[in-house]
Structure formats: C-alpha cells, structure tokens
C-alpha cells in the first residue's frame, strides 16, 4: 500500500507543478521525486495517474524526460494513437521560438529524439512513432511558404547538423528520407514543372525551398541524390515542382560533379527510345534545360547547344518510328514554351532530318512559328 500512496503522492506533486507553470518549481519537484524512487515505488501507478491529466502538454513530457523522471518513449507509445498529441509535437518542432532560448532547447531536443529513433533501425515499435511523426514534421516543413520561412523557425532544422547529437549515418538516413518525402509532397504533373523551370533562381514557390534541400543534398554522396532523380520507378507519382529544386539544389552544390547528371541523362534518352517512353524523354529534356541554365552562355544558345549535341547526331532520328515519337513529345512541349529565344534559335539551327522524313519534322516547326506569332503579339 505503502508504494501505491507515494506514486500517487508523486503525480499529484507534479500536476501541481504543471499547473503553476513554474520552471525552477518543477525541476524541484522532481528532484524530490526521484528521491522518493526506490525499489518498491509503483512506477505504473505513477505514470498512469500522470497521463490522466487533461491537456497535458508535450512540453511536459518533454521535460519529465530530460529530468529522467518519465520516458519520452512510453509518453509516445501511449499516445501514438491521438492525433491531436502528435499533432502537437509536429507544431513544436515548427514553432518559431522568437528568440526564446528554453523553447529553442526543447525543440533541439525533441527533433534530434525522434530522428535518431526513427533511423534505429531495430524495428521497434517506438521507431515506427517516431518516423510517422518525422514523416508529418517533414510534410509540413515542405508546405511552408516563402514569407513562413523566417530564420528563427528554420535554425532548428539547420541545427541538426551542427548539434551533436545524431550520428553521421542516422544523419545520412534522415536526408536521403527527406528526399523522397520532399519528391512524394504533393503530386504536381511535369508540364507544371516546365512552366516555372526558368525562375529557379527566385525566392519563388517552389524554390524558396532549394537552400533547405542545398544543405540536405550536401550530405549526400552526389552518385546517391543522381540515383534518387534518375529513379523510374517514381516517375508518375511525383511533385515535378519539387523535383526541380533537388535538381537545382543538386547543380548548386555538386557543380564539380554535373557529368554524371549528364550521362545518366544520355542513358535516360536512349531508354525512353528504346522503350518509347515519352515520359523518360520529357524528363531528359526538362534536365537537359535545367543544367543548360547554369551555363555561361545564354540560356536559348546553352539550351540549343545541349540539344543538337543529344539529338543533332542520334541514330534515332533516322528512323521513322523514332523520328515520329521524339517530334510527337516536342510538339507537346510547345504549347507550353514562353522563351522566344529558345524557339527561335530551333528555327535557326535545325536538326538534320533524312529528307524522306521531312515533311514530320515540318509540322514542329510550323507550330513553333504560330507559337512565336501568338507569344509576340501577347508582349506587345
């Protein structure tokens, strides 16, 4: 009896110190309940009536744990199911702190726990909490706008880095999931890509999120990010938006290392051929474009220069099967070009098509020459 009233007298204490909100008071109290944690104390009993608290914050819980009094661990697997709970925890991680450095060490701590459970790789059921509520955070992160991303809200999440306390290779595992999360955040069609491709350098949606996305793809070994884009196995259940900014993000960083962006693509367009896979050979071309932007010349010139150099020569425009499929995929990217130079250029230096096939290669021109008219009679 004599271990149910002091477990019971222990929660008690520390609901009064919940609802006095005093720092120093808790910290106290539960120096004094540790005292009180000798081998007979009913630690169910304990943390039963602590959990029976109405709204108990995840602060608190928070706090129990770093004071060794509750296990954040049985505070997750209890609530695991309560939205509302994990819900919380995913806006703590996300708060902005405004200067207020307790919070700051409260958020530090909660995020690098779930991600150093999340990436144990025991398979636990604690592991399988904490990566559904890194998974939300990440979801949410990912759907901040431009004017959200205020510097105090993000040092959390740049923190992780520089903290101490995850390992190089729980580290390595978060970035390589945040990858494919920021890939899998909403499924955005490839046209919809295209149409923003040239204000990559903007702090415009999506790509107020490329620092972020610099600083995880850094981690990464360039062949493991060059995997992930050139996987085809994602490739129609993808946000095509975000794409684009790994791939900027990816430029950017490993700008040493865009050879091996090149010659995955060279083997991206000889499958799409070979399969004839039009959206393979959309890809390639978005990718084609987007190191072309990083070029020294201007973009129409780089563009157009990266074009005849993957297609100008091809053994596959010199067959009619090939020819029709690669001017049927141009052709559908035409409605959506806004670059007059682009096109133009096209015009200027044209492929070299077999004269028997012409007359297929005509049509293309043809649309660009009415896409041009319409675009230049909109900018006047």
Not at 98 to 111: C, H, N, P, Y
Request: a negative charge; proline letters at 2%; charged letters at 25%.
């Amino acid at each position: 009896m004599q271990n149910i009233q002091s477990s019971l007298v222990a929660a008690k204490m520390l609901r009064n110190a919940m609802l006095n909100k005093e720092e120093f008071s808790l910290i106290r109290i539960c120096m004094d309940i540790k005292a009180m944690m000798n081998w007979d104390f009913n630690f169910k009993e304990f943390m039963d009536a602590v959990y029976e608290v109405p709204d108990i914050k995840i602060e608190f819980l928070w706090k129990l744990h770093v004071l060794q009094i509750l296990p954040f661990d049985v505070s997750l697997i209890r609530f695991r199911s309560e939205t509302a709970n994990l819900e919380d925890i995913c806006n703590l991680c996300l708060m902005d702190t405004a200067e207020d450095e307790a919070s700051e060490f409260v958020q530090l701590g909660l995020i690098s726990y779930l991600t150093n459970k999340a990436f144990s790789g025991n398979g636990e059921e604690i592991e399988k909490v904490c990566l559904s509520i890194i998974r939300n955070f990440l979801k949410e992160l990912f759907l901040l706008k431009p004017e959200d991303m205020t510097k105090r809200r993000m040092k959390i999440f740049f923190s992780l880095w520089k903290c101490g306390l995850i390992e190089n290779k729980t580290l390595l595992e978060f970035c390589i999931y945040s990858v494919h999360q920021f890939l899998k955040n909403q499924n955005v069609a490839m046209m919809e890509a295209f149409l923003i491709q040239e204000r990559c350098n903007s702090h415009d949606e999506p790509f107020h999120m490329t620092f972020m996305m610099e600083k995880i793809i850094k981690s990464l070994k360039p062949d493991d990010v060059v995997c992930i884009l050139f996987d085809s196995n994602v490739e129609s259940t993808i946000n095509w938006k975000n794409y684009l900014v790994i791939l900027e993000a990816f430029v950017r960083t490993h700008d040493n290392e865009c050879k091996i962006i090149l010659r995955s693509n060279e083997e991206l367009v000889k499958r799409s051929f070979q399969q004839l896979d039009q959206s393979a050979l959309k890809k390639a071309i978005i990718i084609g474009r987007q190191t072309a932007l990083h070029s020294k010349e201007p973009f129409s010139m780089a563009y157009n220069q990266w074009f005849l150099n993957q297609f100008g020569d091809s053994l596959y425009i010199k067959n009619l099967q090939y020819i029709s499929f690669f001017i049927q995929v141009l052709c559908e990217f035409v409605p959506y070009e806004r670059n007059i130079g682009i096109m133009k250029v096209s015009l200027e230096r044209p492929l070299t098509i077999a004269s028997e096939y012409q007359f297929i290669y005509n049509d293309y021109t043809v649309l660009l020459k009415t896409r041009i008219k319409d675009l230049e009679v909109c900018f006047v």
